[in-house]
């Protein structure tokens, strides 16, 4: 599966940002999709995700600020980020799981880099 983020940029502290992604491919083996963020020397971590069972998760430090949505053929990723902090500054990847009946992989977008700064 091939992902393409957009809609990163620079911020001030309490304004809003919209992410995108755009996914192709083998869509019909995506099993889950979401948003991760990584700052320099840190691991990746996530932030927002859904699955085909119906299972959210989205991260404590961005509930109720941040919101995730797809459109209905699993082709479309969206994070609408309300209140951005300076601890929101980071690069933001799309990413999906694969899953097949032989094996299951991690598929990630380029990523898109959000700063949040005055």
């Known amino acids: 599966v091939q992902l393409v983020e957009s809609g990163g940029g620079l911020v001030q502290p309490g304004e809003s940002l919209s992410l995108s992604c755009e996914a192709s491919?083998?869509?019909?083996?995506?099993?889950?999709m979401g948003w991760y963020r990584q700052t320099p020397g840190k691991q990746r971590e996530l932030v927002a995700e859904?699955?085909?069972?119906?299972?959210?998760t989205t991260a404590f430090s961005v509930k109720g600020r941040f919101t995730r949505s797809r459109d209905d053929a699993w082709t479309r990723l969206y994070l609408q980020m309300n209140n951005l902090a300076a601890e929101d500054t980071a690069c933001y990847y799309c990413?999906?799981?694969?899953?097949?009946?032989?094996?299951?992989?991690?598929?990630w977008g380029q990523g898109t880099q959000v700063t949040v700064s005055t």
């Open positions: 491919g083998h869509i019909g083996s995506v099993y889950a």
């Open positions: 859904f699955d085909r069972d119906g299972r959210t």
């Open positions: 990413h999906a799981r694969v899953v097949t009946v032989v094996a299951s992989d991690d598929d």
